[in-house]
């Protein structure tokens, strides 16, 4: 931790408005006088280009040939806890070899479009994808640093999605020295991933707190990356921690305006544990060499308007060089435990992860391509408890990177989890439940009931008086420690939160899918009314909200396939 950061540690809980990050977060509070004298109107001509391209760049086609797993999604969720060695109950895979087609897998369940819309009657139409965004913007874009990956050579890639291709940008062993001055290791693995954001995605249309949504994304992203290379017998490395601006140089991204937020090693098999290197400052020159990029990337818009608090935010959250390097957090503590003055109003019911019960018998592949974000919910549909609780134990598990470690199945562990967020539920229609207000505690995966009252209003009124709050079977309020983030990982904590938030959010998603239900996030909520209804203590903020039920037809609406060539996932 640097000394910037242990400042800033020793004051969390008590000055933490001071914080850069904090100071953005509460400007970017939505309140009723905010919405009621919102004037913004969206600028459909100067609308970003929803997908990136590299101009100039080679294009390989990837292979058409897609696989399905004939894993479903709760076993394909255990089986990537277990590549990354957490927990015994999944099966691993046999790792698919390192080739273009492991790639085309990779990226086609991960990132890619899943279908398009079209209003009926007319030309307009859009693309859904496999990994949800605010607005169905999408900030996201993926770059590939490849290492011996059969049919392509060793260098860095762009994934072009509407062409499910890769744009070529340079050839060398690009992979081996960032790995390397990232990591310590000189084992590099054959695909390395970085996920970057594009701000301005998100800012065309929710403005200076498109930056949250920003982060929210990359936790979808990187769950989805997670699980497609699980499926395929792959394990992930996560990286979060890095100096900005040197990842970014050595990618050739600033000229593109794209962001890092996340790098991804993907290895087979089951995870080799290996002892941390020591960083070591570096200047801007880090990997020790430069390498020839071409391609350049197209204007997504005829004006970029510029916001000053996402500069700012994302500044605050960058580490340079010297920040990283002496950067020493390496056993994270034990965190996640319920806040202290919680008094349950009725007995607590533990929660029993039973995954089997009304899963649809269709692929983890089918799930993914099939996920939707709801648009309404019908305010009718009832749930059981069993679902909920595996939904819940399923979502919340957490996983390895360097600010995360999973809660492991025992209780009794002597490596407790650590995670930012907490989870607090609005139960409406869930049999077998009183509906309610609970808390979910992810170390003792027990439901707290706080108030057994109808909360579908207040849900409706916190979600910045959206339905879609109220009528499905349950909506849920995740709630970021901003305390412990603060103290351990200073302004950059404020992604981690997101990210952590974003990917729950991706595995509420699948695994409604896989019950047979619908969902969406909602990132539009009154935040301190949140907080103030929920009675949160200092330091504990809402971030993303989030809904489960059964969405209404929209007649009005054609699906269209994905690509020019069949999805298996879907016959």
């Given amino acids: 931790?640097?000394?910037?950061?242990?400042?800033?540690?020793?004051?969390?809980?008590?000055?933490?408005?001071?914080?850069?990050?904090?100071?953005?977060?509460?400007?970017?509070?939505?309140?009723?006088?905010?919405?009621?004298?919102?004037?913004?109107?969206?600028?459909?001509?100067?609308?970003?280009?929803?997908?990136?391209?590299?101009?100039?760049?080679?294009?390989?086609?990837?292979?058409?040939?897609?696989?399905?797993?004939s894993l479903r999604y709760f076993a394909a969720l255990e089986a990537m806890l277990a590549g990354q060695g957490i927990g015994s109950r999944g099966v691993i895979p046999p790792p698919e070899p390192a080739d273009l087609s492991l790639l085309s897998n990779l990226l086609f369940y991960s990132m890619s479009i899943s279908a398009w819309k079209q209003l009926a009657g007319t030309?307009?139409?859009?693309?859904?994808?496999?990994?949800?965004?605010?607005?169905?913007?999408?900030?996201?874009?993926?770059?590939?640093?490849?290492?011996?990956?059969?049919?392509?050579?060793?260098?860095?890639?762009?994934?072009?999605?509407?062409?499910?291709?890769?744009?070529?940008?340079?050839?060398?062993?690009?992979?081996k020295p960032i790995w390397q001055a990232l990591t310590g290791e000189a084992d590099t693995p054959p695909v390395v991933i970085c996920l970057t954001s594009i701000f301005w995605r998100e800012a065309?249309?929710?403005?200076?707190?498109?930056?949250?949504?920003?982060?929210?994304?990359?936790?979808h992203a990187l769950a989805a990356v997670m699980l497609s290379a699980a499926i395929l017998g792959w394990r992930a490395r996560i990286i979060a921690e890095f100096p900005d601006g040197d990842l970014a140089r050595s990618l050739d991204l600033v000229a593109a305006g794209e962001q890092p937020a996340l790098v991804i090693g993907l290895q087979p098999g089951l995870q080799v544990q290996t002892k941390a290197t020591a960083k070591q400052p570096r200047d801007e020159k880090w990997i020790g060499e430069q390498f020839q990029f071409v391609g350049q990337a197209n204007a997504l818009s005829r004006e970029l308007v510029e916001y000053k608090s996402i500069d700012f935010v994302h500044a605050a959250t960058c580490l340079s060089a010297t920040s990283w390097s002496e950067s020493s957090v390496?056993?994270?503590?034990?965190?996640?435990?319920?806040?202290?003055?919680?008094?349950?109003?009725?007995?607590?019911?533990?929660?029993?992860y039973t995954p089997d019960p009304d899963v649809i018998e269709r692929s983890v592949n089918w799930v993914v391509r099939k996920r939707r974000s709801a648009i309404d919910l019908d305010g009718r549909q009832h749930m059981k408890v069993a679902a909920l609780e595996t939904l819940?134990?399923?979502?919340?598990?957490?996983?390895?990177?360097?600010f995360q470690r999973p809660t492991p199945w025992q209780s009794d562990s002597p490596t407790p989890g650590h995670h930012l967020i907490h989870l607090y539920l609005y139960v409406h229609r869930v049999d077998g439940l009183p509906p309610g207000i609970y808390y979910f505690d992810r170390i003792s995966r027990h439901l707290v009931p706080l108030v057994h009252a109808d909360e579908g209003d207040a849900a409706k009124y916190a979600s910045c008086f959206q339905d879609i709050a109220a009528?499905?079977?349950?909506?849920?309020?995740?709630?970021?420690?901003?305390?412990?983030?603060?103290?351990?990982?200073?302004?950059?904590?404020?992604?981690?939160?997101?990210?952590?938030?974003?990917?729950?959010?991706?595995?509420?998603?699948?695994?409604?899918?896989?019950?047979?239900?619908?969902?969406?996030?909602?990132?539009?909520?009154?935040d301190d009314v949140v907080n103030n209804l929920l009675a949160l203590p200092p330091g504990l903020e809402c971030v993303y909200n989030f809904t489960v039920g059964r969405a209404v037809f929209d007649p009005r609406l054609t699906t269209l396939p994905a690509y020019d060539f069949p999805d298996p996932a879907l016959a």
């Fill in 1 to 69: 931790m640097t000394q910037e950061q242990t400042k800033k540690g020793e004051a969390a809980g008590q000055d933490l408005v001071s914080a850069p990050f904090y100071s953005y977060h509460h400007f970017t509070k939505h309140t009723v006088a905010k919405l009621m004298s919102y004037q913004h109107r969206l600028d459909w001509a100067n609308q970003p280009d929803p997908f990136r391209t590299y101009k100039g760049a080679a294009r390989i086609v990837l292979p058409r040939a897609i696989k399905v797993s």
């Fill in 471 to 526: 009528d499905g079977c349950f909506a849920i309020s995740m709630v970021a420690d901003f305390n412990t983030a603060y103290q351990l990982y200073g302004d950059r904590g404020y992604r981690y939160v997101h990210f952590e938030a974003g990917l729950i959010g991706q595995w509420l998603y699948l695994g409604a899918t896989a019950l047979g239900l619908e969902s969406t996030g909602i990132g539009c909520f009154l």
């Fill in 392 to 402: 819940l134990v399923s979502a919340t598990r957490g996983f390895a990177a360097d």
């Fill in 123 to 175: 030309g307009e139409r859009w693309s859904l994808r496999a990994n949800p965004s605010s607005g169905n913007l999408h900030p996201t874009e993926t770059h590939l640093l490849l290492h011996a990956v059969d049919g392509a050579e060793d260098g860095a890639y762009h994934y072009f999605v509407p062409e499910h291709a890769l744009e070529q940008r340079a050839t060398g062993h690009l992979a």
């Fill in 204 to 219: 065309w249309k929710y403005r200076d707190r498109g930056y949250r949504y920003c982060q929210h994304d990359m936790g």
């Fill in 330 to 352: 390496k056993e994270l503590p034990a965190a996640g435990e319920r806040p202290s003055d919680m008094e349950a109003c009725d007995a607590e019911k533990e929660a029993v």
